[in-house]
């Protein structure tokens, strides 16, 4: 393992391009080295078999000393090429493992240029299918939070199910403030481990994508009642009775004594064939968990005996170092003996299984260690899965050095601040950041613009990075600042030819979802945020304008706070809006090519106070060369 090297607060940040690079290289290039060594012992091994096997040819023929000598020899060879198989493993288990750590810091780099389709290629399928949300969730698609360009995909990776589970949790459900808060401060410590962070996941993926396969079976088995201590006779007979055959078989056959062992022997075979339904029942429930197991024991020993400061680093600690006794060495011993019960085809093993009651005492051990640990393998699992979720958060903070932790109001402000925001989905340098305003309540903000102009990016950079400060993560800005904020959009609205349903009746229906969950806010103090990209465009310009003021006033009177993007330039006409309007607008500038032919659109996409003053879908229509079109007012 390579050790983690902190900046202290005299060093500067290293920089994550940086960092991930020469890990690709050095990484890349062990692995490479391991595989030239691999194929190396491929071919020795080979040439030691045929050598060996020649050498057996030779005993055969060969007579007096000569023969002697070749037996010598094969005996040699033999064991040579016995040496050669374990020395060959331990080569190629180096490759994978080194090319796993290559793969952690290639994904890095894409993550950084945002390059989602080769991210998507690169990562293994068990991380590659997201479980996606419904398509009612009320902001999971607009703001892209899972998915192959989602924030899920931008934050670090995540092995186990458990950790992708509580991952999505944290994005989908909106956390208390002091929960964010208390989860900043383990990002903020964990940050900089990205080695130790690597040598994790490289852990959870050697064991390849099925490695996390039968844990909910496993888990099944471990919370079941244990069945040992009510059956203390057949505890004591699993131990006597093969003793007692074993003794009346050898005295049988050695001093001829009577076969008496044949009684015990016939008691032997009915308790197993009794047991038996057991036996298989637990061996089928806890044995898929193995592969699964290795991994995780490997994950938790890279973390034992780490001391951490944060308080929430700590807890997790805690939970997997109960008692002083490491839960990896534990689960270390759990892994034996599921190795063992998926040895149990073995010709070996079942030979001696029914004389020795093997069966019986492996089910035995399994059955002590699910009464000493059982109830706490969940919680291990949870604590576990946190931590991966914390790392994959951390991931982010070390990905993006110049993003920030998010600060937090309470009381009765309900303002959301934000300087430089930008979009977290951009590449750095196509991201162009504004500063941004929403509230205080009984204001909106005004977003309006040409096509293109950058009206919807706003609109969901506010939302990705309120999500991510409600998850505990660092946001795109130079600073943010929010109160409790329930986070509700309207933006990709589509029909649904399969149930019936128009775009502007699915617009209705999120609205309504949008307008219901505002009500219930005002009676709890965690006002809605809401974020209306073109709100209503299913319907006609006059009646649509009318609806978008009504839910708007709404949406006012209830305290909630949002942004509305919209092409209509009179939809804050009404007095009472003109008031609650806090406009601003982004600007396109229109290029004439020479001889007046040809037009380009270029957008700098900087906000700007009040109410756009242009439009460009004319413009547009003879960019894309269909101004020759006859168009009529």
């Not at 309504?512 to 990209?533: C, M, R, W, Y």
């Not at 009040?610 to 101004?627: D, P, Q, R, W, Y």
Request: net charge negative; with cysteine; hydrophobic share 45%.
């Amino acid at each position: 393992m390579t050790a983690d090297t902190t900046p202290t607060a005299d060093s500067p940040t290293p920089d994550p391009r940086t960092v991930y690079s020469g890990r690709l290289g050095r990484h890349g290039s062990a692995r490479d080295a391991a595989a030239k060594r691999s194929l190396r012992l491929s071919n020795v091994r080979a040439v030691t078999f045929l050598a060996a096997a020649a050498a057996l040819v030779a005993f055969d023929v060969l007579e007096a000393t000569a023969e002697s000598l070749a037996l010598a020899v094969a005996a040699l060879l033999i064991m040579a090429f016995v040496a050669q198989v374990f020395v060959h493993r331990r080569v190629k288990r180096e490759e994978r493992w080194e090319g796993a750590l290559a793969d952690v810091a290639q994904e890095g780099l894409l993550r950084l240029d945002r390059d989602w389709e080769r991210l998507d290629k690169a990562l293994p399928p068990a991380e590659r299918s997201l479980e996606e949300p419904g398509p009612t969730h009320p902001y999971a698609r607009d703001l892209n939070v899972t998915g192959q360009a989602s924030l899920t995909r931008l934050l670090g990776p995540v092995t186990s199910e458990r950790g992708r589970a509580i991952l999505r949790r944290w994005l989908l459900r909106a956390g208390s403030p002091e929960a964010a808060s208390t989860r900043q401060g383990a990002v903020r410590e964990l940050a900089p481990l990205s080695e130790l962070r690597a040598e994790y996941t490289a852990h959870g993926r050697l064991d390849g994508p099925k490695s996390l396969d039968g844990l909910d079976h496993f888990l099944a088995w471990a919370e079941e009642e244990v069945w040992t201590p009510g059956h203390v006779g057949t505890r004591v007979a699993a131990w006597l009775l093969p003793a007692v055959v074993t003794v009346g078989v050898v005295a049988y056959f050695a001093v001829d004594f009577p076969p008496w062992w044949i009684l015990p022997a016939v008691v032997q075979f009915e308790l197993l064939r009794r047991l038996m339904p057991i036996l298989r029942k637990a061996f089928a429930e806890s044995s898929p968990a193995g592969p699964a197991l290795q991994a995780l024991v490997q994950q938790l020993a890279a973390l034992s005996g780490r001391e951490w400061s944060d308080p929430l680093l700590c807890s997790l600690a805690e939970r997997l170092d109960r008692g002083g006794d490491p839960v990896h060495q534990h689960l270390e011993r759990l892994a034996g003996l599921l190795d063992t019960v998926e040895s149990r085809a073995n010709m070996f093993y079942a030979m001696l299984a029914p004389v020795l009651l093997l069966d019986v005492h492996l089910f035995m051990a399994l059955d002590r260690w699910r009464g000493a640990h059982g109830s706490e393998v969940r919680d291990w699992l949870e604590a576990l899965g946190e931590w991966e979720a914390l790392a994959a958060l951390s991931t982010l903070a070390h990905d993006n050095p110049d993003w920030v932790e998010p600060g937090f109001v309470t009381g009765d402000a309900r303002e959301l601040t934000c300087t430089a925001l930008g979009h977290p989905l951009l590449p750095p340098d196509q991201c162009v950041r504004n500063d941004v305003s929403v509230g205080p309540p009984g204001t909106f903000l005004l977003v309006t613009g040409s096509n293109m102009s950058g009206k919807s990016t706003l609109l969901r950079a506010i939302g990705a990075n309120v999500v991510l400060a409600s998850a505990g993560a660092p946001v795109c800005a130079s600073s943010l600042m929010l109160p409790p904020l329930r986070v509700r959009t309207s933006m990709r609205v589509e029909d649904s030819l399969a149930e019936g349903i128009s775009l502007f009746m699915a617009e209705l229906l999120r609205i309504k979802e949008i307008v219901t969950a505002a009500d219930d806010s005002a009676n709890q103090g965690h006002p809605v945020l809401f974020l209306l990209d073109e709100v209503l465009h299913g319907t006609n310009t006059a009646e649509r304008r009318v609806a978008a003021r009504g839910v708007i006033r709404h949406l006012m009177s209830v305290r909630a706070i949002g942004a509305v993007s919209t092409h209509d330039l009179s939809l804050a006409e009404a007095p009472d809006l003109v008031v609650a309007a806090d406009a601003v607008h982004f600007r396109e500038q229109v290029e004439v090519g020479p001889g007046g032919q040809g037009t380009s659109l270029t957008f700098d996409y900087r906000l700007r106070e009040g109410i756009a003053t242009t439009s460009n879908a004319l413009k547009l229509l003879e960019a894309v060369g269909l101004g020759g079109l006859k168009l009529e007012e």
